[in-house]
């Protein structure tokens, strides 16, 4: 199985801020990443998906990028409705593996 | 609009059988692969497995594969995940998504399973 490790673990944040969410794949993946948001008592939504391509109705704020093993989420200008947590997913291989999340909170 | 609504879901004893579904709604199921994936109450996310859109294929996470089952019924727009010999491990709220080759794009609200004496 290929092991997606995800940091931080927990973020705290200024409303304006920008912040990055870390992801490595334990081989390659090839871009066939996806990000996911979780507001609290929420399904989770596909936020990125392909790396860097923003699924539809996501705000410009959010922009993805990596490539190989190594993959980021950026959020530019932090804002109250982001507080969420967000997970990785890789699909370049089955089974298809999550990492382990990051809560993003307001600070 | 696109929705996924899940059941099934309740307080099982160990060691018993459970069958969730997933009545999908809004778009043509029968065009898309589905996946099932759980969320324990730590948070962590675990793909189940994946169907076909014709129901013809499966894929499972190795370790849910001796145990779990999906299946679709496409005239009826509904997924189902049979699980059987649950563990209090599989405690967890279980989400049917929708697949697009590029990451899961829509997920139901999800249903509570309990596994407990």
């Known amino acids: 199985d290929i092991q997606m490790t995800q940091s931080p673990a927990s973020l705290s944040a200024s409303l304006g801020e920008t912040v990055t969410i870390e992801c490595r794949a334990s081989?390659?993946?090839?871009?066939?990443l996806a990000w996911y948001q979780q507001k609290p008592g929420n399904s989770p939504q596909l936020l990125i998906y392909?790396?860097?391509s923003l699924a539809d109705g996501v705000p410009s704020r959010f922009s993805g990028s990596g490539s190989g093993t190594q993959y980021s989420l950026k959020i530019n200008s932090l804002q109250s409705e982001d507080v969420a947590s967000y997970f990785c997913?890789?699909?370049?291989?089955?089974?298809?593996?999550f990492g382990a999340g990051t809560k993003l909170e307001l600070k | 609009e696109v929705q996924l609504v899940e059941s099934g879901g309740g307080l099982v004893q160990p060691g018993a059988s459970l069958k969730l579904s997933c009545v999908a709604s809004?778009?043509?199921?029968?065009?898309?692969?589905m996946s099932w994936v759980r969320q324990t109450p730590g948070k962590t996310m675990e793909w189940i497995g994946d169907i076909k859109y014709d129901g013809s294929y499966t894929n499972y996470a190795p370790s849910l594969k001796n145990r779990f089952t999906i299946s679709r019924d496409n005239a009826k727009s509904t997924l189902y995940l049979q699980m059987s010999n649950v563990r209090s491990e599989d405690t967890a709220t279980y989400y049917c998504?929708?697949?697009?080759?590029?990451?899961?794009?829509?997920w139901g609200q999800g249903v509570m399973v309990t596994v407990s004496s």
């Open positions: 998504t929708r697949e697009n080759y590029s990451g899961l794009d829509y």
């Open positions: 081989e390659d993946i090839y871009s066939n």
């Open positions: 392909d790396a860097n």
């Open positions: 809004g778009f043509t199921f029968s065009d898309y692969w």
């Open positions: 997913q890789q699909y370049n291989n089955y089974p298809y593996t």
